[in-house]
């Protein structure tokens, strides 16, 4: 059989198109971390990525990559089950939900040694810095409440209520304000900085997890692992936009927002369906690139000092460097 000039000509396109898809989000690199990396935060002070190591049988750690080398420089040791991690850029010290300790660990990226261990809610799990108010919200995925400490004494200054399940976490600092997921609600709260109290409560898709605040359109992108779906919240509005279609069964997990892009990266962390990250460009709300990462991706976030997406990988115990 043969193929007329048109044919020829749309084949070359679509090749062409391929190509750059797979070039402008390379697979870069592996780097092999502790027992299942869960969660992963860019400090932009030293330019290092903090992972949390999940299993505790790997001694409770955070390992620390310099991106400059993409090798594993330090690793601290923390509470039990390691899990959410967030960057603190007021003070330049890391914060780490330990899900099974019920604590979130301090650590200074200066000494790479944690200074304080703060009793939290039940479950720990996820954890965002506030830049407004210079104060960690940690989700309490137990307790369904947010804790919030002040990086100033480290102590916890308030305790929200939220739905049943809490999440993810993220903070919208155009107005200043703390989206968290409900995994079992299948909602997201949104709570006001200044009042510390629950503004809105968004109706999203099945058990949202991740959560990330995309600082070019002013939205909020939630991944629903039980809809394979992502929500897109206007922050104006704290209404459903658009909703993004994953897969269903891919479980999207994780979030991350490319400001170097405008693009949102998710991981999809059930290994039975290829282990990949989802690109979807934040212009259109469409998936424009799909990336085979290692097995059961999970965390994700972006440096942006190389404009490259770090994932961790829970089952392969390694982290995935993709650039952006």
């Known amino acids: 059989m043969t193929l007329d000039n048109k044919h020829v000509t749309l084949f070359v396109i679509l090749i062409l198109l391929t190509l750059t898809v797979t070039l402008n989000h390379a697979y870069a690199t592996s780097i092999a971390v502790g027992g299942n990396p869960t969660d992963i935060a860019f400090d932009s002070h030293l330019n290092e990525?903090?992972?949390?190591n999940y299993d505790s049988g790997s001694g409770n750690t955070v390992s620390v990559i310099s991106d400059a080398t993409d090798t594993v420089t330090a690793s601290i040791t923390v509470g039990t089950g390691p899990a959410g991690v967030t960057f603190d850029s007021s003070k330049n010290e890391v914060f780490v939900a330990n899900e099974g300790s019920g604590t979130v660990s301090v650590i200074s990226?200066?000494?790479?040694?944690a200074t304080a261990s703060i009793t939290v809610g039940s479950a720990p799990v996820g954890v965002a810095f506030d830049s407004h108010l210079n104060e960690i919200l940690v989700s309490n995925f137990r307790s369904n409440t947010v804790s919030v400490i002040s990086d100033a004494t480290n102590k916890v200054a308030e305790t929200i209520a939220v739905g049943i399940g809490p999440a993810g976490v993220a903070f919208d600092s155009h107005l200043n304000e703390i989206f968290v997921s409900n995994f079992h609600s299948g909602t997201v709260s949104m709570i006001f900085d200044a009042t510390k109290t629950v503004a809105a409560t968004i109706t999203v898709g099945s058990y949202p997890h991740g959560v990330a605040f995309d600082s070019h359109l002013n939205e909020v992108f939630v991944a629903n692992e039980g809809s394979g779906t992502v929500s897109v919240i206007s922050d104006a509005t704290n209404k459903v936009t658009a909703t993004v279609t994953i897969d269903i069964g891919v479980s999207p997990t994780n979030i991350a927002f490319d400001s170097h892009?405008?693009?949102?990266?998710i991981s999809?962390?059930?290994s039975g369906s290829g282990n990949t990250v989802s690109v979807?460009?934040?212009?259109?709300?469409?998936?424009?690139?799909?990336?085979?990462?290692?097995?059961?991706p999970y965390g994700v976030a972006f440096d942006s000092n190389k404009n490259e997406i770090f994932v961790a990988n829970n089952v392969s115990g390694t982290i995935s460097v993709v650039s952006g």
């Open 49 to 52: 990525v903090y992972v949390s």
């Open 109 to 113: 990226d200066a000494t790479n040694k």
């Open 261 to 265: 892009l405008n693009e949102v990266f």
């Open 268 to 270: 999809n962390s059930d």
């Open 280 to 296: 979807v460009a934040d212009s259109t709300n469409t998936v424009t690139a799909t990336i085979i990462v290692g097995n059961a």
